[in-house]
Structures are given as C-alpha cells and as structure tokens.
C-alpha cells in the first residue's frame, strides 16, 4: 500500500507541476510552434519591450498592496470583534461573500458604481478595483484569522486584564502576537486572490486600470503565443519566490 | 463592547458597501425590465424569474451541473490517494504539502492557458502521440466538454486535496490499527473505517470544489471553444454582450440560491467556519 | 546574465511607467491589429500627445464598456451598423469638419456612406467583406456559404463568435435578407446553425488567424482582414512568387459587407486631440503604413498610390465590383429584433 501509494504520488505531483515546466521550457522557444527549435530570449524581450504589459503588472501589484492592506487590517479586526460577540449578519454576509460566484459580485458592484456615477462626478478606475478587491478578501481574511483565535485562550486575555491592561492593551499585548502567524497567512492569500483575479476586475476596471490578469486573458484568448508563455513564467515564477520568501519568514 | 464594537465597524462598512448594497441592487433589477439597448427601466416584472423556467436555460444548468460534478468526483478519486500519501510521509509532511499548494497559489488563469498549449492539435500532446506512432491525425482534445473538466479539475484539485489531508491527518491511527487487528484486509480498512471518519474533509473538499466549478466562467471560455454554455458563461453574457441586465441578475440569483442551498445541506454541525 | 538584465529592465521600465503614468492622456479603444507598430508613437511626438491605446474582439465587448456614458474612452470604432443605436444612446459626440481638413482623402464611396451620410459622427476607417477562408490542402474549394455543412469539415470548421454573422450566413443559406428581422425567417436560420454545431470546432473571432495558420482549422467563416492576415503569414516564396497554404472566397449567395468607423464619445473632455488623432489617422501616408502591415482594406482613397501593387490588387481586400455587388451592408436591428436574435443565439449556444 505504502509503495502503491508513493509511485501514485509521483504521477499526481507530475499532473499538477509538469504542464507549468512545459510552458517554462517553451517559453525559451525560437519558435512559435509547439517543436522545440533552437533557445532564444526574444520572447522574454518582447515581454520587457511592452510597455502596455508593464503598465498592467505595475496596475496589479498596487491594486493587490492596497486591497491587502485594507483587507488584512480590517479583516482581523473584525475577527478578533466576531470572537469577542458573534454577529450573525456579519458573519453571514460572509458567508455569501464567498459563496457568491465572481461573475455575480463583478456584475452587482459595476452595478451599484454605474448608479453610484450618476451622482457623483466619477469613473470607473484604480479605486474601483481597490475598493472590490480589499471586498472580496475581506472574507477569506476573517476565517484564516478567526480559525486561529478559536484556539486562543480565552484566559490569557482575562488575566490581562485583572492585571491592569485596558481592553485595547490586552488586545494589543496578548492576542495580537498569537495571532501573527495567521494574520500573515491571510495576507498572502489575500494577496494572492487579488493578483489573479479576472473575472471581477475586468468588469469594474476602468481606462487606467488594465491589470495583468486582463492582459493574459486578452492574449489567451486570441491564441497561443510564446511571448504569453514567458509572462506566465515569470508570473509563476514570481509567486513561488514570493512563497517561499513567506514560508521562511513565517518559521523565524 | 466598545472596543469590539470599533473593530467591528470599519469590516461592517466595507461589507455593506461592496457586499450587501450590490446585492440589493441586483434583486432590484432582477424586477426591472430591460432597456431597449441595455441597461434597466420600469415597469416592474417578474418576467425575468419566470423566464429562467425554460427548457434552454434548464438544460444549461443541468449540463453545468454535470460539468461540477464530474469535475468535484474525479478531484476526490485523484485528490485522496495523494491526500493519503501526505498524511503518511511522516517528516518530509510539509514538503509535500507545499508541492500541492504551491501551484494552487499561481495564477488560476496562466494554468488554464497551459492546457490550451498542450491540447490544441499542434501542441505538444498531440505530436507526441503522433510521433510515436500512436495515432496519425491529431486527435480534437481541445475546445469541448473533456477539456473543460480537465482544467476545472486541473485548476481545483488542491482545493480538494487540503481538507481531506486535514481530515486524514486528524484520524486516529489506534483505529485503523484495531480493524486490521480484528482481521479486516487494507481495503476494508479503507471503506469501512477511513472513508467515513472522512467524511467532514470529504463534504468540505467537495463543496470547496463543486460551487466554483458551478459558476465557472473562464475555464469553459478559454478551454470549451464558446461553443458551450454554461451558467457562468450565461450570466457574463447577459451583463456585457446581451446588456440584459435584468435577466443576468435572475440568472445570477438563482445561481447563488442554488449554492447556498448546498452549503446547507452540506453543513457540519460543531464546525463552524465562521 | 541575460535574464538579471531582462528583470533590471523590466523594474526600471516599471518604474519609468508609473512615473509618466501622470499626465492626461488620450484613450483610444480600437480592434485588435488596426494599427501599424509606429502608427501611435509617430503621434504622441508630432502632436506632444501621450495616448494609451488599447483593443477589443467585438462591438459587443466595446459597446458593454462604452454604454455607462462615463467611460473614461475618448476615441472608439465602432462598426458601421452600431452608429445610428450609438447616436440614438446619445454616446456619440458631433464631429467638427473644421479639424477635420483630410476628410477628402476618402474614398468617393464612403464620402457619404449610407449610416452616416455627411459624417456628421463617424469616418470611415476600414473596410471588408465576411467570406470563408480556407486550406488549400483541403482538396476541394468551399465557394458558398452552404459548403460550410459539409460533413468533410467535420470539427476543423469555425465559425465567428458574432451572432449577426452566423445569422448572416444560415440567412444566405436560405436566401433571405441578412439584416432579416422576420421571426420565422430567423427561426430557420436558427434551425441551420444548431444542424452546423457538431461540424463546428469553436466559435472564433481573429483568434482562429494563428490555427489557419498553423493547420488546426481547415475551413473559418472570417473577416476579409483576418483571412488577408492569415494568407500573407501562411505563405512561402518560390520562384519569385508568393504561395500560399490559405484561400479566400467571397460566397456565392451573397455575403456581409462591413466598415468600421472612427468616433469620438460625447463624454470625452479631450476633443480636440481627438480630431486632430482623426485627422491623421487621415493622412494617406498614415493609413498607407497601416495597410501595409496589418493587411486591411482602407477607406482611405488618396493612401492606395502609396501601397505597393500587390497589395492595391489584392482580390481579397479589393474585390472586383461585380463580386462587391454580391454583398450587403449590415443595418441596424430594431429592439425587438435585436431582443428575437439574443434568445436564439443563446439557445445555438446550448
């Protein structure tokens, strides 16, 4: 069983690493075409050259720091406030938040923002995205954070308090550092969700808000192309390093 | 209760603002009528929910139910043999754990793009098999239903494989030992003991997977050729190129209805997530 | 080396960009490869200008983004048929002939076209017909639209993801109008296209230039732009001459006609640069350019003495008049009718 189980392992991580290294290694193609034919870097410096694709990255990466921020801090907040007093509408309204489909949230804020424009002189826009992003993070934010304080003791905090510390202090003193692992975990995935998002981004974007994720899934759509391949390298790339970098950070 | 109180608001306010408000008006122009090129009027209808009662939009949702299913049943066959693997490796846990998440953490895009370049007929599964002799013409792998629940499979099987490892590792290895002892072979150790003390890793993995597949949107898109449609596909039509804003948000309300009806019903008691 | 370089650039091509990212900016929303690669930078440093510059697949994909009326675009194209609903939506900004001086470079046909017969909103930009591009190697030459069913085709046959096109071609099949608005009629097309869809691969748009190129696709309903594109990328000199794997042909029921125009939104606050963009998008060396590397058919008369004979002969981009006779222009749908050809499109699509 342990030997079956093990050879099964290796076909499964196969599945789920080898098509990404497929695409790595055809990214290094002097070729369009799915025939290996010689190493090149064009492909790379047309990625480099492109303006409107450095735009976007850089589009990503602000909208993502801003949204976790925002989600992270206000999302553990509200933890620590569930955990205190739980409040069913709250957490119901989260509940729905991630039930909801993407397209479903995507199209009811570009909703709620076409009425909202009606009356104030504004455009879809970074701050649109921001403020959609920070939204749908905020969920994922609150149960990483509220799983860990279901294993906090209760005490601790009390006896902090019989000491002395105001509300705010024991909070500060006591909870938060237990709570700093997973609050750094849910920042990544906040993270995370918000660099990859498509769906939501795209139909709450603005003219100046052309994020990555819209730019890959313009280019995929009309087709394979090289230069889309060496983007997602770097992409993955990028985020494995980003990874890894917290997974070290995280055991100090 | 003032301090939790100032925790609470400022998560309240964004909740109301990109949450509940949307939501309210979705349900209102879910009653509206469509303008005559887009965007909503009056009169006020329920048209748009009793038009959901048709036999095309029936047959999406049926056939984007199979898709979700098939795709959440193959993630469970593929995903707890690996889950077993992991709970098992002893020191190297972690390690393996990571190899799972860290594609789960990549973008969900760029990996449905990497089965667009292996599948379309000069890519590089099809002159692989025809190299070998395999086959002689390439084989259409791409732009239908297979390749859809491929990259849905593909895009979710982490998202299967970490709660049944959650649930795996929690087991109570004395158990397994005790069947095994009272004679039962490994497969009877598996079905009639692992499985069912599973069951909360298996009803979480399965939800975590089945509710995202339903409502995919860019999967079927990239992977199905537009030729099929399915609720997702459906629902993003209505909102950009039909601009009928009133019947894409019946659609979207009953997709959701749909989901919450099955978190219910999938419910643990005792363990809440929130 | 070369990688830490690549990453160096990139951050410091990042830095550059979010550093110039100030500045108003004129926002152009074009289909994709309507331009040549020096088309835009020639204007931002003639006329001082930055321009963000970006591209849509479909009328519908433009119009879901354009219709809020707070956009944020400043210069859009939108197909000829689309001007009138555009206008009647009150999206479309007047257009100022006095900025407006190579307006006679226009070819006499489209001087006064029949959507917009002063230009009182739009310029003609380019133009084509729809018509069925295919493998040589195929054997045999698709010449009508009906050729399209045909069992041989079975799934290297595309079809345009446009519901007005598929429309248009099961309408021909049958001898109607393809602008027909007439329930029954539409029924019967409709009928036709779900008899298609098992020969169908994919519904694709320009995206099925790079699989008839690469042999994927063996016969696709196409725009006369992306067919053009495909052949001149599909082709080898021998002996001189230029080859190619792919044909055209204008089917022989009849076929669409389509041009797409230049116009300003109402909401732009940047008119002016958006005429003067106009204006030399004009200029028959400007649109010359553009012809010659992205293969369209222009409506610019005075830019085909700059274009080089093959391409001024091309009976792809340019058809011989008895063969445009065939065609038929699009007009636009009346509510009901656009309302009739949505359900039935989403039912070909289940």
């Not at chain 3, 204007?43 to 944020?72: C, D, I, W």
């Not at chain 3, 008895?322 to 009718?337: C, H, K, M, N, Y």
């Amino acid at each position: 069983m342990r030997r079956g189980l093990a050879v099964y392992a290796v076909f499964a991580y196969a599945f789920l690493h080898v098509p990404l290294l497929i695409l790595a290694v055809f990214s290094f193609n002097s070729s369009r075409f799915a025939v290996w034919q010689g190493f090149s870097l064009q492909w790379y410096r047309a990625v480099a050259a492109d303006g409107n694709l450095i735009e976007a990255s850089v589009n990503s990466l602000v909208i993502a720091i801003a949204a976790t921020i925002a989600a992270t801090v206000l999302g553990t907040l509200a933890a620590y406030g569930l955990w205190k007093r739980s409040s069913a509408w709250l957490s119901g309204s989260m509940y729905l938040s991630l039930v909801t489909p993407e397209i479903v949230t995507g199209a009811s804020l570009l909703a709620l923002f076409q009425w909202v424009f009606r009356f104030a002189h504004l455009r879809l826009g970074m701050h649109t995205v921001i403020l959609a992003h920070a939204g749908f993070s905020l969920a994922y934010v609150v149960v990483v954070v509220l799983a860990r304080l279901r294993s906090f003791d209760r005490t601790l905090e009390e006896a902090a308090l019989d000491l002395g510390a105001t509300e705010f202090g024991a909070f500060y003193r006591v909870t938060l550092p237990y709570l700093t692992p997973a609050i750094a975990a849910a920042a990544m995935l906040a993270f995370t969700v918000s660099i990859d998002d498509y769906v939501i981004t795209s139909l709450v974007a603005g003219v100046d808000s052309q994020t990555l994720p819209m730019v890959i899934y313009a280019m995929a759509r009309r087709g394979v192309n090289p230069a889309l391949n060496a983007i997602s390298t770097l992409v993955v790339f990028g985020l494995g390093l980003l990874i890894m970098l917290s997974e070290r950070l995280r055991r100090t | 209760m003032k301090l939790r109180n100032a925790f609470v608001a400022p998560a309240a306010l964004l909740t109301a603002i990109t949450m509940l408000a949307p939501l309210a008006i979705i349900v209102v122009y879910g009653l509206l009528t469509r303008g005559a090129y887009g965007g909503v009027e009056l009169p006020w209808t329920i048209e748009n929910f009793t038009g959901i009662w048709n036999p095309v939009y029936g047959l999406i949702f049926l056939r984007s139910f199979w898709i979700a299913a098939v795709a959440t049943a193959l993630c469970l066959v593929l995903g707890f043999p690996l889950a077993m693997f992991i709970a098992r490796s002893g020191a190297r846990k972690n390690l393996y754990l990571s190899l799972v998440i860290l594609p789960f953490w990549t973008s969900f895009l760029i990996r449905t793009y990497a089965w667009m370049f292996l599948l379309r007929d000069t890519g590089i599964v099809n002159t692989s098999l025809q190299a070998l002799r395999i086959i002689r013409e390439p084989l259409p792998l791409l732009y239908n239903d297979g390749a859809v629940i491929l990259g849905l499979v593909y895009g979710f099987l982490p998202f299967m494989v970490l709660p049944l490892y959650a649930s795996l590792e929690r087991l109570d290895r004395s158990l397994l030992e005790a069947a095994a002892d009272l004679g039962a072979r490994p497969l009877r150790v598996l079905v009639s003991v692992t499985l069912p003390l599973c069951a909360p890793g298996i009803r979480a993995g399965a939800i975590l997977v089945f509710v995202p597949c339903l409502g995919t949107y860019l999967t079927s898109d990239l992977l199905g050729g537009s030729k099929t449609v399915l609720i997702g596909n459906l629902v993003q039509n209505q909102f950009t190129a039909s601009r009928d804003w009133p019947f894409g948000a019946a659609l979207s309300l009953a997709l959701m209805a749909i989901a919450m009806v099955l978190l219910f019903a999938a419910r643990n008691r005792g363990e809440e997530l929130l | 080396m070369n990688v830490t370089m690549n990453r160096r650039t990139f951050l410091i091509g990042a830095a550059a960009v979010a550093a110039c990212s100030r500045g108003p900016r004129l926002n152009v929303f074009n289909w994709s490869d309507y331009v040549a690669p020096d088309t835009i930078p020639n204007f931002e440093r003639e006329f001082g200008l930055r321009v963000r510059y970006s591209t849509y697949e479909s009328v519908p994909e433009m119009l879901a983004k354009v219709m809020s009326g707070n956009s944020g675009w400043d210069v859009i194209f939108p197909s000829a048929e689309y001007i009138q609903p555009m206008r009647d939506m009150g999206l479309l900004a007047p257009l100022r002939h006095d900025l407006l001086p190579n307006l006679s470079a226009l070819d006499p046909q489209f001087q006064k076209p029949p959507w917009d017969p002063n230009l009182e909103w739009s310029v003609p930009y380019m133009h084509g017909a729809t018509g069925i591009v295919y493998q040589k190697s195929l054997g045999w030459s698709p010449g009508s639209w009906s050729d399209l069913w045909d069992a041989r085709l079975a799934g290297k046959l595309t079809m345009l993801d446009d519901p007005p096109e598929v429309f248009a071609a099961c309408l021909k099949t049958l001898g109607y109008s393809l602008n027909s608005s007439d329930s029954a009629e539409l029924r019967a097309a409709q009928q036709r296209a779900i008899a298609q869809k098992p020969l169908v691969r994919a519904y694709l748009n320009a995206e099925v230039r790079d699989q008839l190129v690469s042999g994927d696709v063996g016969a696709a309903q196409a725009w006369a732009v992306t067919a053009a594109q495909a052949i001149a990328a599909a082709s080898e000199r021998s002996d001189g001459v230029s080859v190619s794997k792919l044909a055209f042909a204008f089917p022989a029921e009849g076929f669409p006609r389509y041009a797409d125009n230049v116009a300003i939104l109402r909401e732009s606050g940047r008119m002016e640069a958006a005429h003067h963009f106009i204006n030399y998008l004009l200029r028959p060396r400007v649109a010359a350019a553009i012809v010659e590397t992205t293969r369209t058919a222009t409506c610019n008369g005075a830019a085909l003495e700059f274009l080089p004979e093959a391409l001024r002969s091309d009976p792809v981009l340019y058809p011989p008049p008895d063969v445009l006779g065939r065609g038929e222009w699009f007009t636009p749908q009346s509510a009901a009718g656009q309302r009739l050809r949505d359900r039935l499109w989403t039912e070909i699509k289940t």
